[in-house]
DNA sequence: CATAGTATGTTAACCGGTTAATATTGGATA
DNA sequence: TATCCAATATTAACCGGTTAACATACTATG
């Protein structure tokens, strides 16, 4: 690679002279024949700029650093894709491009924090938690962010009573699915959920009891089961919930893929859904539309949350100084795994625009 | 954030001292006594190193840029994110993060161009083509790619006569489905393929008249129709063949979530799969899993072409100077919506591995 | 005591750009 | 002719680190 100062000197002009009009090439400080020159200089010498030259001096990168830890590979989530993918269209379209630190084995705090040590020099950070962190993992994670003095959003973290910008999916405990069932008039409810030691799953499992009690449904844990968000190991735990032979009227899932496979396992028991059990799924993902019924669903707006934790980050890259809390409603997404008939007390929570994500945004400065 | 400057004035030494000491924490050239106090000023002004600075420094950023020239949003595509996720575990794996440009509205070529310019410094590239870009596209994108004298490797392209680094899908055509089908001795077989023009279907579809006449069947253009990867349009479109009355035997999608699609609509049309017509799938996705009955699919093994993608960069980044091609070949992965009975002249290249990539590879050296 | 070696640092150039401040030239104007 | 201004370009400091080469003091050795 040529650098500014070859072209510069191919050309017979100081650095600075190329430097001003690649910044500006309509300036009136250089010449149009000094722009000529310059202009077939850079074309013989096919010369492009060091963007870490550039970042340095100009410390601005354009670039925003997402801090994703995780011990998995990446983008094979379904449950994070569709954020990851919020995230990148807002960021794109307004010129800023994403960083993914590598993230080792380890445990997701150790991965954080490498992530953020190596990061220092990104205009803003996106912080991620993935069911691997701990609360006391993010919590390190935002100290961590808050060193570097640099705007940043976190993102699928449950709520902090922090003032930092937030982006909030306000359905993530789902009890807006349990609800929906419990309206439907279902007192049977099996509880499909992610991975028993999750964050999230921990602190639903804290609401659960709260949310039957008050309907004068007696908690009874043999009525949740953990899928660990597999097809596999989600068809097992409800066969094994089946073999126990107790009765259920409903089953609500925590991702559309449990749901669909355990769909599959009850027609394949000879039981049919919605007529014999209901069930639903969380996501609004492809595959509730392509599961046989079709199923009823939680959409938490996954899409829009980043799009959102974008648009914050904009408003703090602009000098915006107050933290903002963004909070993300879910919808219901009524299809076919569960009878619309019944009581339903959750009307103006569902949405029935089918997979448009209908955006409800509840705003609210923090400090 | 402090800089290096501020530590190293604060402790009393030259700035030197202190990059060597955080370069090396075991080097003996600073004492004992001066690593504490050096380490007190870290923890006491929270100092971390700027990236970009030591970039520059180094000439070496440990950043893969990822060029990904789409016009829709990243991460939600079911045949890219497998291979990006393989390419994202191992440069992980060895320390690389990786870069992502934004990628605006435009053509791809533009957008590719854009990232590109944008991009001088990284250490290495690795250039997809998506459905977006034409085979004239792609070749500029490596022209531009060639500029920049870095190690880079093309990913999802179409085999390319050029001496550079090339990750290639063998079976990215299909045929290897076609052929199965074919095999088994169905004759009347409806393709179902993505966008009509994209440069992936062109190139079957100047195969696919060949292959059939070898076998001894006409093509006829009716048994081809043009599902644009969605479930949507991938139903409606069969619905539409269905109204023509034509007999069908079996079907070869290019995508799983077609063939999902397509699977209920025949069940709902009152026929079975695979008794009345059998379905083939491509991708290895969840959704053949869950489908019911489960998809036999067309396995790529897209992850592994990430990661092939990875180790060929690793390679050429230690300095192989070798230009090599790596084709990933294809596999059958049968299940239920194809009958295994009938003539099976692909036995060799079926994988009975159920899901676990089994992977094939063919290196071959071009330069 | 002279010499070599070890431990501990420092100097200063460099990576490849950006930019505020300054310089030069020539033409227009009073 | 003196003055001013526009057009064009340069100087030099700076961004925040890295590193080869050099410097100094102290210890060990013959």
């Not at 959920?193 to 799953?201: I, S």
């Not at 408003?315 to 009524?334: C, H, P, R």
Request: aromatic residues 8%; positive net charge; contains cysteine.
């Amino acid at each position: 690679m040529s650098t500014l100062k070859e072209i510069a000197q191919y050309v017979g002009v100081s650095s600075a002279s190329v430097s001003i009009y690649l910044n500006d090439n309509a300036t009136n400080r250089i010449s149009p024949r000094t722009k000529l020159k310059i202009d077939e200089a850079i074309k013989k010498f096919k010369y492009q700029r060091n963007m870490f030259a550039r970042n340095l001096s100009t410390s601005k990168s354009n670039i925003i650093g997402i801090i994703f830890p995780t011990i998995v590979p990446m983008f094979m989530n379904d449950f994070t894709n569709p954020i990851l993918s919020g995230v990148q269209s807002r960021l794109s379209a307004n010129g800023y491009a994403m960083l993914f630190f590598p993230s080792f084995a380890g445990t997701s705090s150790e991965i954080a924090k490498r992530q953020l040590t190596a990061s220092v020099g990104c205009d803003g950070y996106i912080l991620f938690s993935t069911g691997f962190c701990s609360l006391q993992d993010i919590l390190a994670n935002v100290q961590e962010l808050q060193n570097l003095q640099k705007p940043y959003v976190t993102l699928n973290i449950p709520e902090l009573d922090l003032p930092i910008n937030q982006v909030i999916l306000k359905d993530l405990d789902s009890t807006l699915g349990i609800e929906y069932l419990l309206g439907k008039g279902f007192r049977q409810i099996l509880l499909v959920l992610g991975r028993e030691k999750d964050v999230h799953t921990r602190s639903m499992m804290k609401k659960i009891p709260n949310l039957l009690k008050q309907r004068g449904i007696p908690f009874d844990d043999r009525y949740v089961i953990y899928g660990n968000y597999t097809a596999e190991d989600s068809a097992k735990e409800f066969s094994r919930f089946l073999d126990m032979g107790i009765p259920v009227e409903a089953i609500c899932c925590m991702s559309d893929i449990m749901a669909a496979s355990i769909t599959t396992a009850i027609k394949q028991s000879g039981l049919s859904v919605p007529e014999d059990i209901s069930v639903m799924g969380r996501n609004n993902s492809l595959y509730s539309r392509i599961s046989d019924p079709q199923l009823t669903t939680m959409d938490l707006h996954m899409f829009e949350a980043g799009q959102s934790a974008a648009n914050l980050l904009f408003d703090s890259l602009a000098g915006g100084d107050a933290k903002q809390k963004v909070a993300i409603a879910g919808t219901i997404v009524e299809r076919k795994s569960v009878p619309k008939a019944g009581r339903d007390s959750l009307a103006s929570r569902i949405d029935h625009t089918f997979s448009l994500p209908a955006c409800r945004r509840h705003w609210y400065s923090v400090v």
